[in-house]
């Protein structure tokens, strides 16, 4: 269920484009001297675009419950993570105040409006799913049984299709990323880890992954962080055989990519949307919070969505650097990339290092 800010947390959650021309049909406004209505009469005007953040599916937005208004909310578009609202005014009349405060109204229509969804979602849709799904399936099972007791009843052999196939398994040999106990002097295991090695294979398949994401924007622009995950995940599967699982609780949260060893993570990835610095270091210490083993290795996926990549590209460093947990910072890959060594707060011993990765996604 999608969920929008409320009005103490809306100017955190909500960016604004820089006003810009337009040109505005005022061909329906009675208050003007027009002698032909039939055809559009434009003047100038100025043209400003809002858009609010949210969480959730963004496709409950395009539902209608049964209770609704006649003077629905209406968004310019609906993205997979914000409601893009588009105002305009001609330069004789209206201003960004009046704007502002359109907006304001439509979010709170919204807001009623998803209340009413919820409701019915819950306790309507969701109520009766068990019902209605045990139904199908029995209707199915009937179905499908007297089918095929009708077939076998006939005195006839069942053809089969000449040059059918046969089925087998393909010998496809995959990079194991089982990791390697690192022992005390005395034979004790102290720590499981990843080999460097596997570490950086695991980060080419994330980047390749994400250049497909960069060079086709319109195949992935209604998805969510989550959505995007799922694509990772199908590739790390495919190319090596531990068990990358997604959406794993690991000793503080959940997290969206994993390697678990010993009900611990040796490799952990977050795929994030740049939302600003606040929103980067909570994804920072998300990932400190998951690591579990000494020297994990870890991976931070940054999609910058139409934002101008070279300033978050200047802020990453610095965000970084400014922690109290940064230890070194590694020069590593391209100018996209970064590597660096934190630790702990309750352990300076244990280190993490965490690889970041920024990738234009646009919407169209």
Not at 63 to 91: G, H, I, Q
Not at 288 to 304: E, M, P, Q
């Amino acid at each position: 269920m999608p969920t929008l800010p409320d009005d103490q947390q809306l100017t955190q959650r909500v960016q604004v484009s820089k006003a810009t021309d337009t040109e505005i049909d005022v061909s329906e406004d009675r208050s003007r001297a027009i002698r032909n209505r039939r055809t559009p009469t434009y003047i100038e005007g100025t043209q400003v675009t809002f858009k609010v953040y949210f969480e959730g599916d963004h496709k409950l937005f395009r539902y209608k419950p049964n209770t609704w208004s006649t003077m629905p909310p209406r968004a310019s578009k609906v993205a997979s993570e914000c409601l893009v609202f588009t105002y305009e005014w001609p330069d004789d009349g209206g201003s960004i105040e009046e704007a502002d405060e359109q907006f304001r109204d439509e979010v709170g229509k919204v807001r009623k409006r998803l209340g009413t969804v919820q409701e019915q979602v819950e306790e309507t849709y969701n109520g009766s799913l068990r019902q209605t799904i045990e139904s199908r399936l029995e209707s199915r099972r009937e179905s499908a049984s007297e089918d095929r007791s009708a077939v076998e009843s006939l005195p006839y052999e069942l053809e089969r299709r000449e040059n059918a196939p046969e089925t087998y398994t393909a010998p496809v040999e995959r990079t194991s990323t089982d990791p390697e106990p690192e022992k005390r002097t005395s034979g004790e295991v102290l720590n499981w880890i990843i080999e460097d090695e596997v570490y950086e294979e695991i980060l080419t398949v994330l980047k390749n992954m994400a250049w497909v994401m960069e060079r086709s924007p319109s195949a992935f622009e209604e998805m969510n962080e989550e959505d995007l995950r799922v694509h990772f995940l199908v590739q790390l599967n495919g190319q090596f055989t531990g068990p990358a699982t997604g959406e794993t609780f690991n000793t503080t949260g959940k997290t969206d990519i994993h390697l678990p060893v010993k009900d611990r993570a040796v490799f952990i990835a977050e795929c994030k949307f740049w939302r600003g610095s606040k929103e980067f270091e909570k994804a920072i210490d998300q990932l400190l919070g998951y690591s579990s083993w000494r020297d994990t290795k870890t991976a931070l996926v940054v999609f910058n969505r139409n934002q101008d990549t070279s300033q978050v590209l200047a802020q990453i460093p610095e965000i970084v650097e400014d922690r109290e947990d940064h230890h070194r910072t590694i020069d590593y890959g391209e100018e996209t990339d970064f590597r660096f060594v934190l630790h702990h707060d309750n352990d300076p011993g244990r280190e993490v290092t965490v690889t970041m990765m920024v990738f234009d996604v646009p919407t169209s």
